[in-house]
């Protein structure tokens, strides 16, 4: 089963999992730096929790899952027409002051997270926010039909390094915010995209 169909399947659990769980900290960091009314990507929307919150603080967002029953629970639940959408076909580019990537991208094998990630770094504006969570740890596992790729400050690192115009801002970890998952560790980040400048050669008129 591929992570996606875990969510087809058990879309009404994950949802009553994690639909009321308290993201302020996190929703602080990333939107303390956009400016009011910024277009945010909630990539990979899943319940449609914080594309709620961020619809309530006045952005404007696009929110997108590659699970149907995740698309259609959002849906319903947001009031917007969330987009069903793999990571692995993104299609925007410039589109966005904000994407959100929280604890989505994990779902993406190591090898294929450089080609995932140089698309979503590409729908953002110039000096668009990046905010991405993975679990906190090393390699790849699998658990109950989803896959993880866990990922430490320094591999986070390396897959930021090769991307054309971002540069990391912050790293910072945190705890499981559920209750009964309070020692599972998460690694949090904040990149940035700056549009290289166009390299002009000087010529003697
Ligand atoms: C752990 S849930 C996180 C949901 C939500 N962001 C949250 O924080 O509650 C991962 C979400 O990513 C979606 N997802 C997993 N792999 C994906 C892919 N390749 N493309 C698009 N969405 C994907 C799943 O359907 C699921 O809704």
């Not at 991307?163 to 990149?191: F, H, P």
């Amino acid at each position: 089963m591929t992570s996606i169909a875990y969510y087809d399947q058990h879309c009404d659990a994950f949802v009553a999992n994690t639909a009321s769980v308290d993201m302020t900290e996190l929703y602080t960091a990333f939107l303390s730096r956009l400016k009011p009314g910024a277009h945010i990507l909630d990539a990979g929307c899943g319940s449609g929790r914080d594309t709620c919150h961020f619809l309530k603080q006045g952005y404007h967002v696009t929110a997108i899952d590659g699970s149907v029953a995740m698309v259609r629970h959002a849906s319903a639940f947001t009031g917007i027409n969330v987009r069903q959408l793999t990571f692995e076909n993104l299609d925007y580019q410039a589109a966005f002051e904000g994407i959100w990537a929280c604890a989505s991208l994990l779902h993406i094998p190591l090898s294929e997270l450089p080609d995932v990630m140089a698309r979503m770094s590409e729908a953002l504006k110039n000096n668009g926010i990046w905010y991405l969570s993975f679990k906190y740890g090393a390699g790849e596992v699998s658990r109950d039909g989803r896959s993880f790729t866990n990922l430490t400050e320094e591999s986070l690192g390396e897959l930021v390094d090769a991307l054309s115009g971002i540069s990391l801002l912050s790293t910072w970890q945190t705890s499981d915010k559920r209750s009964d998952r309070e020692d599972e560790r998460w690694l949090n980040a904040l990149c940035k995209y700056s549009k290289t400048p166009v390299q002009t050669t000087w010529q003697p008129a």
